[in-house]
């Protein structure tokens, strides 16, 4: 395995995945891509500089690459700007050539049923890797 | 430019596509879902899978930034609503005016839209007729109604596979002298006949023809009379 | 009066019928003669008209030049909004009123001069006030059913 992507939003799930992508890269000899996406609506250019969302952006990504650094293993952290996040993650899997991607979905639900969202589905639908997809336990809803 | 299109049929997304090409930035909205899906896994995340005609959802396609509305959907009434919608909603968020653009249908409608507000209107019969008048450049102001009055019709004939016209040049379809064939519409692209070109089956045939001529036009084109 | 109607189902017809029977000059438009057989009274006495609204010709039959109001009553909001603008921009109309049913193209519509309601949200709150009115709900009804038909 020579590389594997970890996204992450700012959750709680964000430092369990990259836990687990960085004891993967550790292990395999894998590179480490960190990816955190800012939606940008169509009311705004895409290139439009969101200073909050940058900032936050970049305050996430530290904290990831803190994990990598403990982990000791090598990585790159980028900050994207798209329209909608599973095709940023999918295409920057792509273009990077990425061996597998690890991501945690939260437990949330619409309309009383569980909702997976829109981004893990369309990576599982579309990314050319393997996917690992991890769940939070269901109580964290509550919490 | 920042374009808006509304309606995702055959010419929204052939439209989009050309625009996207081109190096604009477009949005495309298309309320069918599975083709809404469909198109954005070619064309990239540029397609909103609402109603355009629904107001809320040009605004979050930021119809107040954008330069151009083009509401290309099959259905004349929506297209109207979606371009005055789109400069409503522009007003009232302070935006810009965008020039709106209509595809009409039906070609009765085409003068209302303009009058009710629409900046440009574009109708397929229209084009097509242009084309025609153009090939009758001698008579340049030639109308469809006088056409009506003076007994011709404008027809289209579709070739199929088996037909005897596959492969038959124009001139041996031995046409009556007062049948023309304007135009062939071969896949995209469309073609002005002569008497050597060559048919072939799909092609989509213009014909202009005296009322009383159909059934034989119909038998040298298709192989078959009504 | 002289009122245009487009539309005859069951909202445009019962409109038709009563302004009818009231002595009022109506002249209602549908895209099929079925509707106007299953929802005008026999007794209708104005115009109908088989057609497009959103067709000039049509909404003349059907008297629109000498019109005083014009009611969009189909289906469909697009239909009955370029209707609408057709009575009151192309005809001059002076009372147009159009049956609409998103409320952001409602509010839209009302600021260009276009009087709207919304069949929907009205039935929606006349159905939360027979919801929430207590009164209604204290008595049996089941019993008063069973008196009803019992006593029959």
Same mark, same amino acid.
């Not at chain 1, 790159?76 to 798209?82: F, R």
């Not at chain 2, 397929?124 to 153009?134: G, K, P, R």
């Not at chain 2, 989509?204 to 009379?225: F, H, K, N, Y």
């Not at chain 3, 006030?129 to 209604?136: N, S, T």
């Given at each position: ?143 | ?120 209107? !574009?109708?397929?019969? =229209? ?9 009758? =450049? ?78 034989? !036009? ?9 | ?152």
């Amino acid at each position: 395995m020579s590389r594997i992507l970890v996204p992450v939003n700012g959750s709680d799930l964000d430092e369990e995945m990259v836990r687990l992508a960085a004891a993967t890269a550790k292990r395999t000899g894998a590179h480490l891509i960190i990816v955190h996406v800012i939606v940008v609506k169509r009311t705004l250019p895409l290139d439009v500089e969101l200073e909050e969302e940058v900032q936050r952006g970049e305050e996430v990504l530290g904290r990831a690459e803190r994990i990598a650094d403990e982990f000791q293993v090598p990585y790159t952290s980028e900050l994207l700007q798209a329209r909608a996040t599973g095709p940023a993650i999918v295409d920057e899997a792509t273009e990077r050539a990425v061996d597998l991607i690890i991501m945690g979905v939260t437990y949330r639900e619409r309309y009383g049923e569980f909702y997976l969202g829109q981004t893990t589905p369309y990576v599982l639908k579309n990314a050319p890797c393997r996917v690992w997809v991890a769940r939070e336990p269901r109580g964290a809803l509550a919490s | 430019m920042y374009i808006i299109v509304a309606g995702g049929g055959k010419v929204g997304y052939h439209l989009t596509k050309t625009l996207l090409a081109q190096g604009h930035e477009v949005v495309l909205i298309e309320m069918d879902r599975a083709r809404a899906q469909r198109i954005a896994e070619e064309l990239g995340s540029v397609v909103i899978p609402q109603r355009a005609d629904e107001g809320r959802w040009l605004l979050e396609a930021g119809v107040e930034r954008a330069d151009v509305v083009i509401a290309a959907t099959g259905n004349d009434e929506p297209n109207l609503i979606i371009c005055q919608l789109a400069e409503l909603i522009a007003r009232r968020t302070g935006g810009r005016k965008p020039r709106t653009i209509a595809r009409v249908n039906h070609p009765k409608n085409e003068g209302m839209l303009k009058r009710l507000g629409v900046d440009a209107t !574009v109708s397929t019969t =229209s084009v097509i007729l242009a084309m025609i008048e153009e090939e009758l =450049s001698p008579h340049p102001t030639v109308h469809l109604m006088t056409l009506r009055q003076a007994g011709i019709e404008l027809m289209e004939f579709i070739i199929a596979d088996n037909s005897p016209a596959v492969g038959q040049t124009v001139g041996g379809l031995a046409l009556p002298p007062d049948v023309s064939l304007p135009l062939v519409v071969r896949g995209n692209e469309a073609i002005k006949p002569n008497d050597d070109t060559v048919l072939d089956a799909e092609d989509a045939i213009i014909a202009l023809l005296p009322i009383d001529r159909e059934s034989i !036009v119909r038998e040298r084109l298709m192989g078959q009379t009504v | 009066m002289n009122i245009v109607i487009m539309g005859s189902g069951r909202v445009g017809a019962t409109l038709a019928n009563r302004l009818s029977k009231e002595g009022h000059h109506v002249g209602i438009i549908d895209i099929t003669s079925e509707a106007f057989e299953r929802y005008l009274d026999p007794e209708f006495k104005g115009r109908t008209v088989l057609g497009d609204g959103i067709d000039e010709d049509v909404l003349r039959k059907a008297g629109i030049a000498t019109a005083d109001a014009f009611v969009a009553a189909a289906h469909g909001d697009n239909h009955n909004l370029m209707a609408a603008q057709i009575a009151k921009v192309i005809f001059g109309v002076k009372r147009v009123v159009t049956r609409c049913n998103d409320p952001v193209r409602m509010e839209l519509y009302e600021a260009l001069g276009l009087a709207t309601i919304s069949p929907s949200l009205i039935a929606a709150r006349s159905l939360y006030d027979l919801v929430m009115d207590e009164r209604l709900h204290e008595r049996d009804v089941a019993a008063e059913i069973e008196r009803a038909l019992g006593s029959a």
